[in-house]
């Protein structure tokens, strides 16, 4: 293939089989779906037009998007409303050329203000069984316990949970990250590996190079979400790379949020360059301003990346995911079939 006749970037992108591995499904609800929500449930927004909602996602940092995107979710009352969430972040995902997502959801967010575990895990599970019958779309559910509540809250979610295990791939860790340090979770963390749940958390997104060293040492995590500040330190860098560990990379959440000042100072390419196991995904894309196919985009134009690296993220996004190898065979396949860029 020349440059001539290649398709245009976008196309080539979405062209490349693709899994999503850091995709809060709160994080998906668009403002026209939460006044939906909130007109089907009588829930009364702070908001009177989508325009003022889309205004209010200026953000200067973690803790002013959580406060807002806290309040979003507060529309989600019903099954049906967690079902069509996730169908319509499917819809989008497969759009895109995705093939197969991990999709974070934080309980605690909805049982704190009276909606059972049950509603949630059975409206999600439901709209990710719609969407492979739809869509031919895979994907696996990952419990996240929010950092900035206690411990006993944690465990208490993973009570919730048991009814549910069989279908609950994992469990993460979200929210506030600066001062609830991944050590705050380590018996609940070693309970639900103990349960067989894979472990993934947020790290190095805010908080410092020690809070990645602690998800690692401490929790044992098996996936790195965010990791930014890990190229901070040269020792961790180097144990990331050695070990192989995925990291979910999230370029236009880290625009908006500012943990970087524009995209052509994100450090995906030079993640690349180092040979960290990078990935790219949308975080929360309703806020952020793009879906997967989006953050791929502009972050390839920002940085220059070549389609060696794009189908390189890709390949990693699915050799990452908690598939097993029969599963992401076919998509491996694929990937070695778009020349020149086989492994
Ligand atoms: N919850 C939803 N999105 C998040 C993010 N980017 N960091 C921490 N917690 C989150
Ligand atoms: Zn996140």
Request: charged share 25%.
């Amino acid at each position: 293939m020349t440059d001539t006749l290649a398709p245009p970037l976008a196309d080539f992108i979405r062209g490349l089989p693709k899994a999503e591995l850091h995709l809060h499904i709160e994080g998906s609800l668009e403002p026209e779906q939460m006044f939906a929500f909130a007109r089907r449930n009588r829930v009364a927004l702070p908001f009177r037009t989508v325009e003022e909602v889309r205004a209010a996602y200026a953000f200067t940092n973690l803790q002013d998007f959580l406060d807002i995107y806290y309040q979003g979710a507060q529309v989600l009352r019903t099954e049906e409303d967690f079902h069509d969430l996730a169908l319509a972040y499917f819809r989008r995902l497969a759009a895109d050329g995705g093939v197969h997502a991990e999709i974070f959801f934080d309980p605690q967010t909805h049982t704190d203000r009276g909606i059972p575990f049950r509603v949630v895990a059975d409206g999600l599970l439901a709209g990710m069984v719609a969407a492979k019958d739809e869509l031919g779309v895979t994907s696996h559910l990952i419990l996240c316990y929010l950092r900035h509540l206690d411990e006993e809250s944690a465990f208490a979610t993973l009570k919730a949970a048991e009814p549910y295990l069989d279908r609950i791939k994992g469990v993460g860790l979200d929210s506030s990250e600066v001062g609830n340090p991944p050590s705050k979770f380590a018996r609940v963390f070693q309970a639900s590996r103990e349960r067989g749940l894979r472990l993934v958390a947020h790290a190095g997104e805010e908080g410092p190079p020690d809070y990645v060293w602690q998800a690692l040492d401490i929790l044992g995590v098996d996936r790195l979400d965010h990791g930014n500040r890990a190229l901070e330190d040269e020792a961790l860098t180097r144990r990331l790379v050695d070990q192989g560990t995925t990291l979910t990379v999230c370029p236009l959440s880290n625009l908006k949020l500012c943990v970087v000042p524009s995209l052509e100072a994100h450090p995906l390419r030079r993640m690349l360059d180092l040979g960290l196991k990078a990935t790219v995904n949308a975080d929360d894309p309703a806020y952020f301003g793009g879906y997967l196919l989006d953050n791929y985009v502009r972050v390839a134009a920002a940085l220059g990346l070549d389609r060696a690296q794009l189908a390189r993220l890709a390949r990693n996004s699915i050799t990452g995911s908690f598939l097993d190898e029969a599963a992401q065979a076919p998509h491996l396949a694929r990937l070695r079939q778009i020349d020149p860029y086989r492994d």
